[in-house]
């Protein structure tokens, strides 16, 4: 198994997911992307093969008739090698993060006290977004969820009765599960919540039968995960054209 490709995979496979559900999907030869208008994510466009100079410039005029920002992510892995073609024409980098991936088999989970909700209904939605922005400083509409909840599992951390956090996960094939959009509301940060509600979410993982979870990590993050057993894999850079930032 390429673990490396099925990380990305499963990240892109969710875009792709929640851009369909919301009638913003679109299929190329050389990349795909999806527009939402109403939301700041996922509003991606990636490269399906690698790009030249005209491909390039069909990215920005793409992306300069569209009403949002738009992100290009970047994935160092072997053959991927355009980023300096990326800086040539003017795309600057606002993110980076790592891909990590575990082997579930090999860790060892606990369940914590954390109640993870499932978002089920507009309520539950609005609450997610509300959480997921102070959490993360932008959107995800809450429509976005309703159009997917089926499909996605948006989950609600609680400490009884106090909503601390988000997460989201979502299983591409048979093996493995992603985890995405995990994050704590400021005011609950630096309390052990964001290790409890991973040991949860990863035991859930290993209870439903997956072998492998996968993210990508920010800086911040990267410790805990390592700390849960987590492995680097890849350098995940986000570029965006400076007039659309």
């Known amino acids: 198994m390429n673990l490396k490709q099925r990380n990305i995979d499963n990240l892109t496979s969710l875009w792709k997911l929640v851009n369909r559900r919301a009638n913003a999907y679109v299929v190329g030869d050389i990349f795909d992307y999806g527009i939402v ?9 990636w490269f399906i093969n690698r790009p030249n100079q005209g491909d390039l410039d069909l990215v920005k005029k793409t992306i300069s008739t569209a ?20 800086k040539k024409n003017g795309f600057e980098k606002v993110l980076e993060q790592v891909g990590m991936a575990t082997d579930l088999t090999k860790g060892n989970f606990i369940p914590s006290e954390i109640d993870l909700n499932k978002v089920k209904d507009e309520g539950t939605a609005l609450l997610w977004e509300s959480l997921f922005e102070k959490a993360f400083n932008y959107k995800i509409n809450h429509k ?5 909840y089926g ?3 948006y989950l609600i951390a609680y400490d009884k009765t106090s909503p601390v956090g988000t997460a989201l996960m979502y299983c591409s094939g048979k093996e493995v599960v992603g985890i995405h959009s995990m994050g704590i509301i400021p005011e609950m940060r630096r309390k052990g919540y964001a290790e409890r509600m991973m040991h949860s979410m990863l035991y859930e993982a290993v ?3 997956y072998n492998y979870a996968v993210l990508q990590a920010s800086a911040m993050g990267k410790g805990l995960y390592e700390k849960l057993g987590f492995e680097e894999q890849f350098l995940m850079r986000n570029y965006v054209l ?3 930032v």
């Open 37 to 45: 208008n109403y939301s700041d994510w996922p509003n991606r466009l």
């Open 242 to 244: 400076p007039q659309h």
């Open 151 to 153: 499909e996605i599992d």
């Open 207 to 209: 209870d439903k039968g």
């Open 144 to 148: 976005l969820l309703l159009k997917s």
């Open 67 to 86: 009403t949002t920002k738009i992100t290009v992510p970047y994935w160092d892995i072997d053959g991927n090698d355009y980023e300096p073609l990326l």
